[in-house]
């Protein structure tokens, strides 16, 4: 029993949520929701864009196996033409939290803004925390998560849309990026609402259709082999 006056400390279910992929010219938008077991710490946590790679894996698959849950969804490029990249980075947001198996108690979002929390279903506190992906731990988490499976993500389709060498810089614009987007032309990948991919999406290469889009939120699967 505690004293009169005592401060007792009750540990709330937080969510941390984080993106990955909004600067690249092709691709998805990716993010991730992680709600960390408090009785199964996991060291190293950390921005994942301040971690080596071999280190991110380590980590993802760490969180995959010690989270309470999580879960990683994504906005496709079609979307994100469709409704800005902001607006596809808040339903990535939303995919992922909507993909929890265990309600949070209190959603900490990286950055300086919340995804809308209408139909979410969660009565909690949402909040934006400027650079939390490197203080927040389930921020640290759900960063991880983002970026490994969204670098996962471009180098399975590097294979299909040869020519673009996906896997190298993963969507971003480099110089040999854009030098082969000039060469071959936009894809099915290529946002075409960012520069220098700005044209029609009718006028793409001549390669796959259409980017199959795979089940928006992915809650158990491991990372792809990088």
């Not at 710490?41 to 309470?68: F, M, N, Q, T, Y």
């Amino acid at each position: 029993m505690s004293r009169p006056g005592t401060k007792i400390r009750v540990r709330l279910r937080v969510a941390g949520v984080d993106e990955a992929g909004r600067g690249p010219l092709a691709g998805p938008v990716v993010a991730a929701a992680v709600i960390l077991n408090p009785a199964r710490p996991i060291r190293g946590l950390a921005d994942s864009k301040a971690l080596e790679h071999e280190e991110r894996v380590r980590l993802a698959k760490l969180v995959r196996e010690r989270a309470l849950c999580f879960a990683v969804a994504w906005a496709d490029a079609e979307e994100i033409d469709s409704i800005n990249i902001l607006q596809a980075t808040m339903l990535a947001m939303r995919r992922a939290l909507m993909g929890l198996a265990v309600a949070p108690q209190e959603v900490l979002v990286d950055g300086n803004r919340c995804p809308c929390p209408d139909g979410l279903g969660f009565d909690c506190r949402y909040e934006a925390v400027v650079k939390g992906d490197a203080s927040v731990p389930a921020i640290s988490a759900a960063s991880i998560l983002a970026k490994t499976t969204r670098d996962a993500l471009m180098c399975e389709l590097d294979g299909r849309y040869p020519g673009f060498s996906l896997s190298g810089h993963k969507g971003y614009p480099t110089p040999s990026h854009v030098a082969a987007i000039q060469s071959l032309g936009p894809s099915p990948l290529h946002r075409r609402s960012f520069a220098p991919v700005r044209v029609p999406r009718s006028v793409l290469v001549d390669l796959p259709d259409r980017v199959d889009r795979p089940d928006p939120v992915d809650l158990t699967a491991e990372p792809l082999a990088v």
